[in-house]
């Protein structure tokens, strides 16, 4: 049975730092892609990042590129999002998500199992 679990969120400030990981069990974890998705209050949620089963391909939003990074531990099963520089419109609940047996795709709908979100709030 696959569980993706999400922690690190918090309540942090403009310009400071925070890092999200999520710990997924029951499949066989190298072989799949990861991605984080978020959604802000009263919108739809969107994609962040992405990486591949191996760690060498990485993809990022335009509004968060350069500032998020993502990166995989495939010895422990986790996957993190180092998020730098934070903004106030970065405030969401962040969600780590796996894609198994496609070519990477950002849609949502096409991402198979899903956690159940970490709570990240930045003020101004």
Known sequence: QVHLVESGGGLVQAGDSLRVS???????FNTVHMG????APGKEREFVAYISGGGAATYYSGSVKGRFTV??????????LQMNSLKPEDTAVYYCAAQFDR???????????????TQVTVSS
């Open 71 to 80: 990166s995989r531990d495939n010895a422990k099963n986790t996957v993190n």
């Open 22 to 28: 999520c710990a997924a069990s029951g499949f066989a």
């Open 36 to 39: 984080w998705f978020r959604q």
């Open 103 to 117: 070519t990477f795709d950002a849609r949502q709908g096409t991402w198979d199992y899903w956690g159940q979100g």
